[in-house]
């Protein structure tokens, strides 16, 4: 059973950074295809970023350019670095990871979820 914690959530004014952590155990860290994904009220759930066993990643065009995903292995840690943080960012980031990946350039898919971390941007 894999379990995720995520933590770094916060609050930011318009244009600010945030940095995402999503702590991984049960699993070889290495294996897990993970990332991010996010709900605003009233919206349905959507992937921001992953990164799969190759180390490939897939970023959602809103946050091209702007949000960026890095690995610790030694730590099984996954952060997303937040910059340039816009209104529209504002949600709660779920962590998920899965045990298989879904190929090159496909958002990896989601067997386990953290509880999430509150981001809200403020303009």
């Known amino acids: 059973q894999v379990q995720l914690v995520e933590s770094g959530g916060g609050s930011v004014q318009s244009g600010g950074s945030l940095r995402l952590s999503c702590g991984a155990s049960?699993?070889?860290?290495?294996?897990?295809?993970m990332g991010w994904f996010r709900q605003a009220p009233g919206k349905e759930r959507e992937a921001v970023a992953t990164?799969?066993?190759?180390?490939?990643?897939v970023y959602a065009d809103s946050v091209k350019g702007r949000f960026t995903l890095s690995q610790d292995n030694a730590k099984n840690t996954l952060h997303l670095q937040m910059n340039s943080l816009k209104p529209e960012d504002t949600a709660m980031y779920y962590c998920?990871?899965?045990?298989?990946?879904?190929?090159?350039?496909?958002?990896?898919?989601?067997?386990?979820w953290g509880r999430g971390a509150q981001v809200t941007v403020s303009s």
């Open positions: 049960g699993y070889t860290f290495s294996l897990l295809c």
């Open positions: 990164i799969d066993t190759d180390g490939i990643t």
């Open positions: 998920a990871a899965a045990t298989y990946g879904l190929g090159r350039g496909v958002f990896c898919p989601t067997q386990y």
